[in-house]
């Protein structure tokens, strides 16, 4: 069974940075796909970025330059540095372990508040 639990999150005033951080269980972490996503109120959960079990990532496009997204295996941990941050970036984000090539299933995190004021 895979738990994720993400901390992390908070207050911070635009042009400043947060760490995520998204710790799993279970024995697949390694083998899995992680990715971040975020909700902003009354819209949906949109991918901010990805990383593969080999390290190679991708982000969407209004994050890239200012989010980095790393993991470590030993840790069973992933993690999202959120550097320049815009008010538009406030939203919940959820912590992500795609499964569904052998499991056939995504697992997610209870999701940590991010707000930058303005």
């Known amino acids: 069974q895979v738990q994720l639990v993400e901390s992390g999150g908070g207050l911070v005033q635009a042009g400043g940075s947060l760490r995520l951080s998204c710790a799993a269980s279970?024995?697949?972490?390694?083998?899995?796909?992680m990715g971040w996503y975020r909700q902003a109120p009354g819209k949906q959960r949109d991918l901010v970025a990805r990383?593969?079990?080999?390290?190679?990532?991708n982000y969407v496009d209004s994050v890239k330059g200012r989010f980095t997204i790393s993991r470590d295996n030993a840790k069973k941990t992933v993690y999202l540095q959120m550097n320049s941050l815009k008010p538009e970036d406030t939203a919940v984000y959820y912590c992500n372990l795609d499964s569904t090539s052998y499991l056939g299933r995504n697992y997610w995190g209870q999701g940590t508040q991010v707000t930058v004021s303005s």
């Open positions: 279970g024995s697949i972490f390694s083998i899995s796909p």
């Open positions: 990383i593969t079990s080999g390290g190679s990532t």
